[in-house]
């Protein structure tokens, strides 16, 4: 983000904003004082600029009160790849907050839950593409420092997060039909395709840089994965796999053909982009969960539940747990699916466990993009040449900040412990 101007765009007045004002504050009279400004650091946000508005305003009754709301607006044209258009980002993310968020709350509500998914959303009377919603901060909801990574506990609220909300949408989908295009496609959109090919090959090339520097460190390899080989061969053989295959170099087309949806398994609509920056939560005084809430939905998909799973896991999940409390996690997931399902009436067979792990297996490949594209920037430390640009390879500092992103030696612990996991569950085989 940080490449673009800091310039607020001109049409961000107060002036656009006092109907919202009267929405959230029923004794509004007129506007006292009125802010904007870069809610996120640079490298804590890529797709869409992030500002954060703030006003005193001046009540009928002669008191003051002080309102706060995030606007998400686009990058300037010259920072926004053409191809980046055609994910339809601002009209998928306001028809989630205005049409399938607020019905799936109501879902739980006939049956006696109250269960929250996203905060609350407001229009402003532009043609500007933007998103507007209520400031989760004010209500304590933050996110965990996204280089900490998320722990158990943090992992299981988000799962469970994520388990209302797969069983909302299975059975919305069992009771009204099937989703509208524009939320089912997610990345994979044929119009976005070569930018998404363009980051999948630069992702490839610059772990391929860097996987050399994994040699040595048997005893915590043989430690790991009770292998006989050294961490040496084990690469030279990674390494030898990706070039005889071309993983990479076919990975895009292998991903579109592996993402078909099999109207025979348990689907789901994905959140799509589940990851810590984009789960936001709420502690009661002793510091425990009170409440879990996502965020961001720019990217939802229908499909495998095997996709969130993945996502949340590979890119979210701390060193010490991602591996070993992997299939934990996932029985975990697969209760809280299973209750919430049936709380919601769900008339078709439930999901077995073993169907979610072979799901896992299956979708194997859809680990490698929060692998090679998110863990790299959830574990790389703030940084000024994080923006857009740099990601998508057009900024003229684009190499440095990938070489910084892919030779982060916390991300390369990741990779050693990751990818013979993978390799082992066949997870890159296609």
Known sequence: MSCQSNVIPKWIESKLFEEIFRQTQPKYQSTKNFKVYHALAPGENYATIMLKVEAEVMLKDGLTDDLSYMLKISHSGEHLPEDFKHFNVFEVENGMYKEIVPEFERMYAKVG??????????????????????????????????????????????????????????????????????????????????????????????????????????????????????????YQLFILFVFQRTFFSKFTETFFENAHVDPKEFNVLNHGDYWSNNI??????????????????????????????????????????????????????????????????????????????????????????????????????????????????????????????????VFLKHLKLILPWLLYRGALEY
């Open 113 to 234: 839950r109250k269960i929250r998914f996203g905060a609350k959303s407001y229009t402003l009377a532009t043609q500007e593409e933007h998103v507007l919603l209520e400031d989760l901060r004010r209500y304590g909801f933050k996110n965990v420092k996204r280089q900490d990574c998320l722990d158990l506990e943090h992992l299981k609220n988000a799962l469970e997060k994520v388990a209302q909300w797969h069983a909302a949408s299975a059975v919305m989908v069992q009771q009204k039909g099937m989703f509208d295009m524009k939320y089912r496609r997610g990345m994979l959109n044929e119009g976005g395709k070569e930018l998404l090919r363009t980051m999948l090959d630069d992702s490839g090339r610059y772990i391929l840089k860097n996987i050399t520097k994994l040699e040595g460190h048997e005893e915590y390899y043989d430690e790991v994965v009770k292998s006989n080989y050294s961490l040496k061969k084990i």
């Open 280 to 409: 936001m939560f709420q502690y009661a005084p002793d510091g425990s969960i009170k409440s879990t809430l996502p965020v961001d939905f720019q990217v939802t998909r229908y499909g495998s539940p095997a996709q969130d799973l993945l996502y949340l896991i590979f890119s979210s999940a701390r060193l010490d747990i991602k591996i070993s409390k992997f299939d934990y996690l996932i029985k975990f997931y697969h209760q809280n699916l299973i209750e919430n399902l049936i709380i919601l009436n769900y008339s078709q067979a439930l999901p077995t466990l073993r169907e979610v792990q072979q799901m896992l297996i299956k979708y194997g490949l859809w680990a490698m993009v929060p692998i090679a594209v998110t863990l790299p920037i959830v574990l790389c430390e703030p940084s000024e040449k994080a923006s857009l640009d740099s990601l998508v390879g057009h900024a003229d500092n684009s190499q440095e900040f990938k070489d910084l992103l892919y030779s982060n030696e």
